[in-house]
């Protein structure tokens, strides 16, 4: 069965930082590109960072270009996202999802971003 | 980037009604889109890929169309379970793009 469990969300001050990680399980990892996706409150869905199955390839969204960093882990089986300089609008459940065609999602992480 | 303009935005339908969702996206993007289902306090899930294929499990109610730029989410016969918002997204390029949402609600 396919999981993907997300942790690592929070309550943080703007400018602070978080690493949030999705544990993936049930499939093999290291042939899918892995991708965050995050919903602010009451918001639509919004793309943020995708990375090659290998690792090579990374794309962000403008909104969090600079700030957050995606990677991944093939012997832990994760993806992760450095986020630092966070602010207000950074807000957000943040989902990983197994891509294309993001088939698999994980539950969410709140990440809460107020002084 | 690739705009993806969904609409409507919210709609009002009763069960056994036809609903039609609508993605336009501002150039072409080949059959590189997929249609999502998310309910309140739920992680999205995956109805169509490909524009048009029906992802295994999901009720032969839904289907997805393409033309040219517009691709189309059609549920044939609501049912009550299917009260929730839609999302298109295209997969074209980076940075892939949403569509705005549309709420199915009674």
């Known amino acids: 069965e396919v999981q993907l469990v997300e942790s690592g969300g929070g309550l943080v001050k703007p400018g602070g930082s978080l690493r949030l990680s999705c544990a993936a399980s049930g499939f093999t990892f290291v042939s899918y590109y892995m991708t965050w996706v995050r919903q602010a409150p009451g918001k639509g869905l919004e793309w943020v960072s995708s990375i090659s199955s290998s690792g090579k390839y990374i794309y962000y969204a403008d909104s969090v270009k600079g700030r957050f960093t995606i990677s991944r882990d093939s012997a832990k089986n994760s993806v992760f996202l450095q986020m630092n300089s966070l602010r207000a609008d950074d807000t957000a459940v943040y989902y990983c999802a197994r891509s294309l065609p993001y088939d698999y999602w994980g539950q969410g992480t709140l990440v809460t971003v107020s002084s | 980037a690739i705009q993806m303009t969904q609409s409507p935005s919210s709609l009002s339908a009763s069960v056994g009604d036809r609903v039609t969702i609508t993605c336009r996206a501002s150039?072409?993007?080949?059959?590189?889109l997929g249609w999502y289902q998310q309910k309140p306090g739920k992680a999205p899930k995956l109805l169509i890929y490909?524009?048009?294929n029906l992802e295994s499990g999901v009720p032969s109610r839904f289907s997805g169309s393409r033309s040219g730029t517009d691709f189309t989410l059609t549920i044939s016969s609501l049912q009550p379970e299917d009260f929730a918002t839609y999302y298109c997204?295209?997969?074209?390029?980076?940075?892939?793009?949403f569509g705005q949402g549309t709420k199915v609600e009674v």
């Open positions: 150039q072409g993007i080949s059959i590189d």
């Open positions: 490909g524009a048009s």
């Open positions: 997204l295209q997969h074209y390029n980076y940075p892939q793009t």
